[in-house]
């Protein structure tokens, strides 16, 4: 018998789906929900984003696919505000978010990060619609190591996110290593965190044919620089400093050129004023290049030119940058931590580095662009694996959960 088809609210309070990634505070969430959200939606599901209205001239209702619609909601000031800003905001959004509903309901509402699953519990409650949350990133207390997890940035993101892990009805983790996290880090009931594992679009981010790869190869028979890759949102989380620290250890005559990828969050200005300065003191202007952020097809053309992908964050729940390049065909080198243990096979589609020191991962870095016939392997490998992965069965295995879960309030 066939299946009545849900209605599902997503809630984005601090981020928008219509945001490019790597600007503002978007980020792999935003890739994720969207595309998430366009699976369900291709399989017959109606898809709702709730998220806070930062624009005066943005519609009240924007159509994103068919099946998908974005609704903004008045929440504080109609413009883009600091991410610790929006805790301020989360009562506001709450009650709009209740008088949406009341309007248009839904079957259950998936809370994205902790502001939005706050801004929900409340909402939810009353309405008797069911609460899943996503985290994302967990935050750690303040005097622990960046590598324990992101800095808790507004005042109640640790109590937030504990409260959540015993109120919210379900929570989705993205990783087996988040899930841990969940378990540990907030003793939260093993039976209500789920892993919905993350995919990937192996038709934009694909290995270079062609024309592309002959351009590549006479680029660097001509003497030009391999290409290193970092990519996110210019934050200190992501670990940007440690690539240009780690390229600027490979000695000159050696060095690959450095791009990166992404612009900075709202109160980013002063680290990002740091990287630039890094890069002048290493003597690094002209091999490296700060590329802003940019649309998914160019990025995914930006990762198949690179010969390495560096992925220094200290801390991530799965590292989504880590498979679009294995989708890619290109290597990574990744932090030993967290989710990327699961992005990356150690030795096989990539390698993991633990630590800070330059040093390390310069050799690293170095190894790969001197054997050009391992990293081909690689690469291959790490293409293999990606191919395992698909949006359309990270979907399937959401709405799987969505339904396990229904049947049993």
């Known amino acids: 018998m066939e299946r009545a088809a849900l209605s599902v609210g997503f809630v984005m ?38 998220t806070r209205r930062a624009d005066g001239a943005a519609p009240a209702v924007v159509e994103l696919a068919s099946g998908v619609t974005v609704v903004h909601l008045d929440a504080g ?18 009650r709009a978010l209740a008088a949406a509903l009341e309007r248009d309901p839904v ?72 899930r841990r996290t969940v378990l540990e880090r907030f003793d939260a009931d093993p039976a209500r965190v789920r892993v919905v594992p993350l995919g ?26 391999p290409e290193v890759l970092v990519v996110g949102r210019l934050h200190p989380l992501k670990g940007f400093d440690l690539a240009i620290d780690a390229v600027a250890a490979i000695p000159a005559e050696d060095r690959p050129a450095l791009r990166i990828v992404g612009a900075p969050p709202p109160d980013g200005d002063d680290y990002v004023r740091g990287l630039h300065e890094a890069v ?36 991530e729940t799965f590292g989504l940058v880590a498979l679009e390049a294995a989708a890619s065909g290109v290597p990574v080198i990744a932090r030993n931590t967290g989710g990327l243990r699961e992005a990356v096979v150690d030795g096989v589609t ?6 800070d020191e330059p040093a390390d991962w310069a050799r690293a870095i ?14 291959a490998e790490a293409r293999r694996h990606a191919l395992s992965r698909s949006w359309d069965a990270s979907a399937e295995r959401l709405l799987e959960v969505y339904r396990e879960f229904l049947a049993t309030r």
């Open 200 to 225: 990937v679009d192996t038709e934009l981010f694909h290995p270079c044919e062609g024309r592309e790869c002959e351009e590549r190869r006479d680029w660097l028979d001509r003497g030009g620089r």
């Open 280 to 315: 002048l003191q290493h003597g690094m202007i002209s091999t490296t290049s700060f590329d802003g952020a940019l649309r998914r097809s160019e990025l995914a053309e930006r990762i198949r030119r690179a010969a390495v992908v560096l992925v220094p964050s200290h801390s």
């Open 77 to 94: 000031p109609a413009r883009v505000i600091s991410k610790g800003e929006h805790e301020e905001v989360i009562e506001d959004f709450g």
């Open 366 to 379: 170095t190894r790969l662009l001197d054997d050009t016939a391992r990293a081909e392997r690689m690469g």
């Open 350 to 355: 990539g390698e993991l580095v633990t630590g």
């Open 13 to 50: 309070l601090h981020t928008s789906p219509l945001d490019v990634p790597g600007t503002k505070d978007a980020g792999g969430m935003n890739v994720v929900v969207r595309a998430q959200a366009d699976a369900l939606a291709l399989a017959g599901h109606r898809v709702v984003i709730f």
């Open 107 to 178: 079957d259950l509402l998936h809370a994205e990060h902790w502001f939005s699953g706050i801004a929900a519990l409340g909402t939810a409650r009353a309405a008797g619609i069911p609460l899943v949350q996503s985290y994302h990133s967990i935050a750690a207390a303040p005097d622990t190591p960046l590598t324990e997890g992101e800095r808790p940035e507004s005042p109640g993101r640790l109590a937030g996110e504990l409260l959540l892990a015993h109120e919210a009805d379900l929570v989705i983790s993205v990783s087996e290593a988040e």
